[in-house]
């Protein structure tokens, strides 16, 4: 497996570009609902896996709002081919092999013992799947990494949405469930929990349907009906219209 090995060099190069890009290709990134609070262990972050981006949508929740060393686990074959990420957080898994799979749950449980703390993000689906895709599921992975656990941690999911609304691109919508302190050796109601994570995401559509916006952690650069609005007003200003 590929281990992480994170590099404040390739974070200082990492964040700002990151930051350009979630700007540049997104209209806005909204939170939902507050952000829990966290006990003083190590968080095990459990997020829908549902576009190409959630990756780095979870290290502009590092930056923005977790603000610990944070490792996100990712498939051998991608991260081989870009290992540039293991140097921001990225470790890897290897589903088609049973040995290179048990490697990885155990180095996320050592990740999770470490005395700084950090973030270690697993996506519980374990690929890229449709939004709307239920059941979600999850692995069992998670369960096993929690068995052998010596240390408690916090436990949090979060939902992550694409929306095309009133702009050209898509708004970001992001909200937490509420954190679980998982006190050591203790066993996961795997479908009880992917049963909650999916009424998480329903929380999230209904808010999105009802219109609620959230606290807008980070806004894009103008799109092109804002520009056109912009000119509008501008035309008639200059032309007296009110």
Known sequence: MIKASISPLHEAIFSPYIRHLLKKHFNAI?????????????????????????????HFLKVKILKRPTYLMMLEEQLSKNRFFSHVGAYSIN?????????????????????????VCIFPQGELLPWSVRPLGYKRG???????????LNRCQVAFKCEFLAAQRADVFVKFADNHVVEPGKRLDIFGLE?????????VNSEIGHG??????????????????ALRRKIGFLRGEK
């Open 30 to 58: 909204h939170l939902l609902g507050a952000v829990p609070a966290f006990a003083d262990y190590s968080i095990l972050l459990l997020p829908n896996h549902s576009s190409w981006w959630d990756g780095f949508f979870i």
């Open 95 to 119: 589903p088609s092999s049973a040995r290179s799979n048990l490697q990885s749950l155990s180095y996320s449980r050592d990740l999770l013992q470490r005395a700084d703390k950090p973030v």
């Open 142 to 152: 998670i369960d096993l990494i929690l068995r052998k656990m010596t240390v408690p």
């Open 195 to 203: 049963k909650e994570h999916a009424q998480l995401l329903d929380s």
């Open 212 to 229: 609620v916006q959230g606290h807008i952690l980070l806004a894009g650069k103008k799109s092109v009906n804002e520009s056109f609005e």
